[in-house]
Antibody, heavy 116, light 105 residues
Framework: EVQLVESGGGLVQPGRSMKLSCAAS????????MAWVRQAPTKGLEWVAT????????YYRDSVKGRFTISRDNAKSTLYLQMNSLRSEDTATYYC?????????WGQGVMVTVSS | DTVLTQSPALAVSPGERVTISCRAS??????MHWYQQKPGQQPTLLIY???NLESGVPARFSGSGSGTDFTLTIDPVEADDTATYYCQQSWNDPTFGGGTKLELK
């Protein structure tokens, strides 16, 4: 059974940093691209970033370029999202997803609240 | 970015047939996918590449379309189908529609 379990969320002040993790199991992690998708409270879904199966390629939405970094450790089957210079508009539930250009498995999500 | 437009909400009775539409601002060929999100839960994949049913999804769900106009059909609708439905394109950087909230009368 595929499982994606996010951790690392919480309350953070504007301008500060936070790192999310996603532990994957139930599939060969190193064979798949992975992504983060977020959802602001009462809003729709928004793709954030994607990383290729081997970590050699990364892609970001414009609003997070230069502030967020997606990375992975295939030996640990873990996906990361380093978020710097956080803004109030980054407040959302962040989902870890398996990315095959469609998102076929999703974690339960982790809430990030950016507020002073 | 490719903008996907969905109607915000629909209300139907159990047993009826419902169609949920998604219009793209440019052609995405058949690179369109549909998700269901029940309240308080993560989204789940229903349909991929416009018309392919994801494993484990009931055959009551079906998808059609190509180019700029796509449809998700549920027939017949059941009470458990109360959810928000999102389309997503993978022609270029992924974008989602705003979601269609399906309520049962």
């Amino acid at each position: 059974e595929v499982q994606l379990v996010e951790s690392g969320g919480g309350l953070v002040q504007p301008g500060r940093s936070m790192k999310l993790s996603c532990a994957a199991s139930g599939f060969t992690f190193s064979n798949y691209g992975m992504a983060w998708v977020r959802q602001a409270p009462t809003k729709g879904l928004e793709w954030v970033a994607t990383i290729s199966y081997d970590g050699s390629s990364t892609y970001y939405r414009d609003s997070v370029k230069g502030r967020f970094t997606i990375s992975r450790d295939n030996a640990k089957s873990t996906l990361y999202l380093q978020m710097n210079s956080l803004r109030s508009e980054d407040t959302a539930t962040y989902y870890c997803t398996r990315d095959r250009e469609l998102f076929d498995y999703w974690g339960q999500g982790v809430m990030v609240t950016v507020s002073s | 970015d490719t903008v996907l437009t969905q109607s915000p909400a629909l209300a139907v009775s159990p047993g009826e047939r419902v169609t949920i539409s998604c219009r793209a601002s440019e052609s995405v060929s058949t690179l369109m996918h549909w998700y269901q999100q029940k309240p308080g839960q993560q989204p789940t994949l229903l349909i991929y590449l416009a018309s392919n049913l994801e494993s484990g999804v009931p055959a009551r769900f079906s998808g059609s379309g190509s180019g700029t106009d796509f449809t998700l059909t549920i027939d017949p609708v059941e009470a458990d189908d109360t959810a928000t439905y999102y389309c997503q394109q993978s022609w270029n950087d992924p974008t989602f529609g705003g979601g269609t909230k399906l309520e049962l009368k």
